[in-house]
């Protein structure tokens, strides 16, 4: 008789979310789309109410990697005119991702303060640098990428511009991976409620810098990462953000004789050992504290690339010895990754602090005067 028992005819259910005011949705959804993108792209596909309802609110944090992803981004905001919508926190990178990324591969992170190498020490001076042909898949595939977004920088920059244009007036948080010393920081579009701005240089041009035209009035925490900064553009940078209280100087000693850049934002003198130095410039008004986290040579380096990492952070720990402690905060050297961990990474401290979390500004690798330079030599 079970043979001819009638199926169980299969019921229309509604979502519970679709029973849910909109209001009490806006609030659920606000809380739940700060991930970069992935909860906002999962909202959109639940039903017309959810859609509906999650509006305003999906797009507040976006994650978007290479060319198609941010032309995609610029002409979805574009085509939004109806309901604008409000972009809180924005994370960028020039470089397509990789085949092997997932879409939450950032989190993976296990601690945001100190750069994830996953494993990947390569022994090279740089991130960015050609690798060695050792017939790695994974680099020159990686290496394809990279040439890839350096020819497409010019339409990249063409699309970022356009963002902005549209979700300037709401960007609260930005990082952004990309090339420097191409120009300006960021186009000449006013961002008035940006507080906090990240920029890891993965390569650079001959172009002269050119220094910020708009100020960011409410910019409070600056981080600057890579090896392509000119020296003076830190303080230049600085100068135009007067509500600045946290710098942070990642890596930027390959080029850079760090203690100059930083006697111009604390206002010292470039003759501190003089028995009356007179300072060059003005101290920056709300300055509280300035993270220098050098990045080493490779293990194999040359003695000559040694030696320059050594020149360019030969004053900073007599900077340090004679001035206040709490100012300059020396965290211990790391050695960057590839390029693929370098966009994990500034992806996983850019959610963190969407998060609640410290990010970047976490201080437990914090080292003293005499321990910042406490590296070996290589030896031949």
């Not at 941010?70 to 919508?85: D, I, K, N, Q, Y």
């Not at 339409?155 to 511009?161: D, E």
């Not at 990082?175 to 579009?189: E, F, H």
Request: glycine fraction near 6%.
């Amino acid at each position: 008789m079970g043979l001819f028992r009638n199926k169980p005819t299969r019921l229309n259910t509604v979502h519970a979310l679709d029973r849910c005011p909109p209001e009490i949705c806006e609030e659920i959804f606000t809380l739940a789309c700060m991930d970069g993108g992935y909860t906002g792209r999962s909202l959109s596909l639940v039903s017309k109410y959810i859609r509906n309802a999650s509006e305003t609110v999906r797009f507040q944090s976006i994650a978007v990697s290479g060319l198609a992803q941010v032309r995609a981004l610029a002409a979805v905001l574009e085509g939004a005119s109806a309901h604008p919508h409000h972009v809180r926190h924005l994370f960028l990178s020039y470089c397509d991702p990789s085949r092997s990324e997932t879409p939450r591969e950032a989190r993976t992170s296990s601690n945001p303060g100190w750069p994830n190498i996953r494993g990947r020490f390569r022994r090279r001076q740089s991130y960015v640098e050609t690798p060695s042909h050792g017939g790695e898949g994974w680099d020159k595939e990686q290496m394809k990428r990279l040439s890839s977004a350096r020819l497409s920088s010019e339409r990249i920059q063409q699309a970022v511009t356009r963002i902005f244009r549209i979700v300037g007036h709401s960007l609260e948080t930005l990082t952004m991976v990309m090339p420097q010393s191409r120009g300006s920081v960021l186009p000449a579009i006013p961002l008035p409620v940006l507080t906090e701005l990240t920029v890891y240089s993965i390569w650079g041009d001959q172009t002269t810098y050119i220094t910020p035209t708009l100020p960011y009035p409410s910019l409070r925490r600056l981080h600057l990462a890579g090896r392509y900064f000119h020296e003076s553009q830190i303080p230049e940078i600085a100068s135009a953000c007067p509500s600045l209280t946290h710098l942070r100087l990642s890596g930027l000693e390959d080029g850079i004789h760090l203690p100059r850049p930083l006697k111009a934002i604390l206002g010292l003198p470039h003759d501190i050992d003089k028995p009356h130095p007179i300072p060059t410039s003005l101290r920056h008004p709300s300055l509280q504290r300035v993270l220098v986290q050098p990045r080493p040579p490779a293990h194999f380096s040359s003695l000559l690339a040694y030696d320059i990492y050594r020149h360019a952070l030969s004053g900073v720990p007599a900077l340090l010895h004679r001035h206040r402690e709490e100012d300059i905060i020396l965290l211990k050297p790391v050695i960057w990754g590839d390029i693929d961990d370098c966009v994990a990474d500034a992806k996983a401290l850019w959610l963190d602090r969407l998060e609640g979390g410290l990010g970047c500004w976490v201080e437990k690798t914090r080292t003293t005067a005499d321990g910042f330079l406490s590296i070996d030599a290589p030896a031949f």
